[in-house]
Each structure stands twice: as C-alpha cells, then as structure tokens.
C-alpha cells in the first residue's frame, strides 16, 4: 500500500486545512485507494467520494470506493497471504509484529489524532489525552495475545476414544465492518484482535474513519505485517455480500457495538462530588462522539439536584466550543447530520413543556454543529423519551426513591452500563446486586481497561465489571 498512488482522473479539491501536520495534508492530498496491492492497479474510473470535515465544511479528503471486483481481488489477496508468508508466521513472531505496531502507534499519535479530529469532530485535545491512550493500552494487550492462542488440549483418554484433543487455529478471512460513530478503541480491538489470532482481515469503512484506518494500516506494514494481511475498503453493502460469498471468509459476531439501540444512565447521589460529575460530563460525555458514544440519562438525587443543574450551566456557559483542530478547544460541537434534526426537535419539545433549557458554548458558523444543551426535567414529563444518541445535550431528571430509579434502569433492555456517583461503599455494593447491567463504573462514565472482555470463563458465569475511581 502506498499513500501516494491515486485516481489520476480525479481533479484536486482537497482545500488546505490550517493545523494540519505536513504528514497529514500530504495524506489527504491524494485520493486514498482501496488498501489492496493487486486493487491499486485498478484504479481508473473509479467513483470518488469526497470528505466534509463536519466542522468547517471543508472538503478535507477523497476516498475511491471499491467494487464487487476489488471485492473479489481482496479476498484472493488475502487467501493467499494467509497460506503463505503470514499464514507461516509462528505465534511468537506475530506477537513482535503486532508490539511493533504499538511502538508505531505511540510515535505517531499526532497524525492519528488530527485525522481522529477531522472524522468524528472531537476536539484534538481530547483525543489526545483521552482517546489515544485508551486506544493504546488496548493495542499493546491485544498484541501480547498471540502466543496465549497456540496448542491444543486433550480432552478424553476413554477406552474406546484414545485421544481427543481440540486445536486452536485461524479462521480464515476476518471481515470487519466499523463505523465512525464507535471510540478508536472498539474500532480497534477487532482488527487486532483478529490480526492476533492469525486471521487475514478486509476492513469495511464508512467513509469518515477511512483515512483514519487507511494510515492504521500503512503503520500495520511498516511494522511488519504482509500488506494483503490487512485490506481496507470504502464499500456499500452489495460489496459486503460479495465478500461473505466467498468460501473461506467469515464476520465475527462483535456483540452490539454498532447497534444505535444502545444506552447508558448517570446516579447522582446525594454525597456525590458535584466538581467531579461535571468533570466527567465535560470530558467524558459532552462530546460529539463520547467514549459511550451515547449520551446517557442523567438521575440526580432530589436534594442536590438545583446545585448540580447550576454547576453544570456555570460549565456549559464557560466552554471553549471551536474548531476541532484548535488546540484550545474543549468541545468539538458536532451533532451527527442525521441526528441534528431530532435533537433539535426534543429542545423544542421541552421549551414547549416548559421544561428549563440551558445552552452553553456558542458554536458560531461551525458545520453541522448543536451547542451543547442541558434540559432540567424537574417533572419527569420526559421519562420515557428514547435519547440515547450521539449529540451534546443532556437530559437531568430528579429521583427520590433508589429502588425506583433501580427498577427504571432494569427495565430499559438497550441499557449497557450504569455510573453512580457516591462515596458509600454500602450503597456501591446493594446496587452493584441490583442493578442487571453488565458494567457499572463508580464516580466515572464508561471506562474500560484490556481484558474487562476477554474471560475464559465467561460463558458460564454472569459477568460484572465495577469500575471503581476515588
């Protein structure tokens, strides 16, 4: 794969985009190829699509799509590396490989950051002390995992079965698809995590994270993987079709990573540091695409709910909202293009219930921009009101009662996870048994750390995650 070889026919309308790294404009000055060697020669009259930086409207990038054809080309490529140079790596050599991508990946976080910025909107600070690290300390656990995936176990020595024993081995052609509404971290962890287990893998973009992925993979070459190893299309579903028709070549089941059904709740009680749940709304929720990618449903206990609806206001009117390229900005202010419509449609909703509204952080001409918004639903008027999407507006509700609010967060069946914020053990404990969900994070939102997934004994027993920070 080359970061220089392009649609010749293509005329050149990437606009200069200012705080870019050289690295980057170099980038994105050409029009980014499906990532398969046998693919880039084919590269004539191919449709190409531009990017639209949501934040500036500026065309910032071309991505070429692929066809059924280079659907076909991919998967041969991809068959034949895994039968010959990649499929003859041991374990241990994978694990080398993979750890140097690590090393790659922490020296270039800059350039991934920008072009994290440019896809999703976050502001290019966050990104870089929130979203590369995550990233990070999820790429170096994923690498170490080759060599615990070799050998084969024996199971029975009866009389009539001398030896059985079970194999570990790749499962052919991994094909991935993700999205730029997911964090870097859950876009991630499948490619690596399919590359350690000796897979070839084609990775199906939207066209927003395509860059993004499209230098991952360049760092994925440069540290050693075969180039077919790894293929990366920009493709509609016909072209997925085409790809799973093939013998050999199989989608893993993700869970519901990229189901928009998903959401999470806030508990805010009465002992909670105010300071710190605004902190973590701010950085850890009021995002265009949050690490949860959703924003969840706040409940605040009836006694500290005014303080908290004016420490929140005091820190939306105080937010530096801006391009998400300034380093200066704290809020990158996107609102998904297909979802401004109905966040825009649930304020009006409130103002119209009377409900109190809050808006901070003016966004100016910014794109497809939504300043970031908190509605105070002092009379639950909303309680029922599905709202777990990617944009900047929070929903503050009162409780009274924790076995209510319990009950409430049980009976919401797309609910993946709980924060509560308190300093009661007692409380942390009674609700941790209480509460169905499979992960509950304590005075924080949404943290996950590697090997929170991978249980060996999972399928029998009922997972929990608590993830505790003082």
């Known amino acids: 794969m080359s970061h220089h070889q392009s649609a010749a026919s293509a005329a ?14 170099g980038l994105l000055s050409q029009v980014l190829p499906p990532s398969v060697r ?28 692929a066809s059924l054809e280079d659907a076909d080309l991919a998967v041969a490529a991809a068959l034949d590396v895994l039968q010959g140079e990649w499929g003859a790596y041991s374990s241990g050599e994978r694990e080398s490989l993979l750890y140097r991508f690590a090393e790659l990946f922490d020296t270039y976080q800059h350039p991934l950051a920008e072009l994290e910025s440019l896809a ?12 590369i690290p995550e990233a990070q300390s999820w790429v170096r656990y994923l690498a170490g995992l080759p060599s615990k995936l070799d050998g084969h176990t024996g199971a029975d020595q009866g009389a009539m079965d ?23 971290t859950r876009r991630l962890i499948p490619v690596v995590s399919a590359l350690s287990a000796g897979c070839s893998v084609i990775v199906l973009c939207d066209d927003a994270t395509y860059p993004v992925f499209y230098y991952l993979c360049d760092l994925l070459a440069r540290a050693g993987v075969p180039e077919d190893a790894i293929s990366l299309l920009s493709a509609d ?34 002992d909670a540091d105010i300071d710190q749940v605004v902190e973590t709304l701010i950085k850890r929720v009021l995002s265009p695409l949050n690490p949860s990618v959703f924003t969840p449903r706040i409940h605040v206990h ?17 937010l530096k909202c801006g391009p998400a390229l300034d380093s200066q900005t704290q809020l990158g202010p996107l609102c998904l293009a297909n979802l401004q419509q109905q966040a825009q449609e649930i304020v009006q909703r409130s103002r119209n219930l009377g409900l109190r509204v809050v808006c901070g952080g003016d966004v100016g001409e910014i794109g497809n921009a939504m300043t970031p918004t908190l509605i105070a639903d002092d009379q639950l008027h909303l309680a029922h009101l599905p709202l777990s999407l990617p944009m900047p507006v929070l929903m503050v509700q009162p409780f009274g009662y924790e076995d209510r609010t319990v ?64």
């Open 407 to 470: 009950r409430r967060a049980n009976r919401d069946r797309y609910c993946q996870g709980v924060s509560l914020f308190t300093q009661q053990l007692a409380l942390i404990r009674r609700l941790s048994r209480g509460l169905r969900t499979e992960q509950i994070w304590v005075n924080s939102h949404y943290r996950m750390e590697p090997g929170d997934q991978y249980d060996p004994l999972g399928p029998y027993l009922r997972r929990r995650l608590l993830w505790i920070e003082s």
């Open 162 to 184: 001398p030896f059985r024993c079970s194999f570990r081995e790749p499962g052919g052609v991994a094909v991935l698809r993700l999205h730029c509404t997911e964090s870097l």
């Open 302 to 318: 009836e006694t500290i709910y005014e303080e908290l609806i004016e420490a929140i206001e005091g820190a939306l009117r105080q």
């Open 38 to 65: 046998v693919v880039n020669k084919r590269d004539q009259g191919r449709e190409v699509r531009p990017l639209v930086d949501p934040t500036t409207a500026q065309i910032f990038a071309r991505v070429a799509q």
């Open 237 to 270: 579903a016909a072209v997925e079709e085409r790809l799973l028709s093939h013998d050999d070549v199989f989608q893993p089941q993700l869970g519901d990573g990229s189901n928009l059904s998903r959401s999470s709740r806030m508990l805010v009680f009465e």
């Open 12 to 25: 050149s309308i990437v606009q200069q985009i200012d705080g870019l790294s050289d690295e980057v404009q």
């Open 120 to 131: 999703t909107g976050r502001a290019i600070s966050a990104i870089l002390h929130n979203v």
